[in-house]
């Protein structure tokens, strides 16, 4: 069973940085293109960024705007996400998963942005 355990967010003011962590277990993480995802209580899930199964290969929601840098250590299993620049609107639960297919969902972590 695989199983995806996000880390490192927490309470941060605006203009400040967090750096995400993923520990994924029990799956072939170098072989997959990965993800960051975001959610907000009574919202849909919406795309952040993603990396192929290389470190060569990034794609990025619009509203990231370079703010954000996706990568990862396949050696370590573990995908990270260094976000800079945070805003308010920044706040939501992230989460980590598959970009084309999907894993069982982790508990995600929790980013509040303070203004």
């Known amino acids: 069973q695989v199983q995806l355990v996000e880390s490192g967010g927490g309470l941060v003011q605006a203009g400040g940085s967090l750096r995400l962590s993923c520990a994924a277990s029990?799956?072939?993480?170098?072989?997959?293109?990965m993800a960051w995802y975001r959610q907000a209580p009574g919202k849909e899930r919406e795309f952040v960024a993603a990396?192929?199964?290389?470190?060569?290969?990034?794609d990025y929601a619009d509203f990231v705007k370079g703010g954000f840098t996706i990568s990862r250590d396949n050696a370590k299993n573990t995908l990270y996400l260094q976000m800079n620049s945070l805003k308010a609107e920044d706040t939501d639960i992230y989460y980590c998963?598959?970009?084309?297919?999907?894993?069982?969902w982790g508990q995600g972590t929790q980013v509040t942005v303070s203004s």
């Open positions: 990396i192929g199964r290389s470190e060569y290969s990034t």
């Open positions: 998963n598959g970009r084309i297919t999907t894993w069982p």
């Open positions: 029990g799956g072939t993480f170098s072989n997959k293109a």
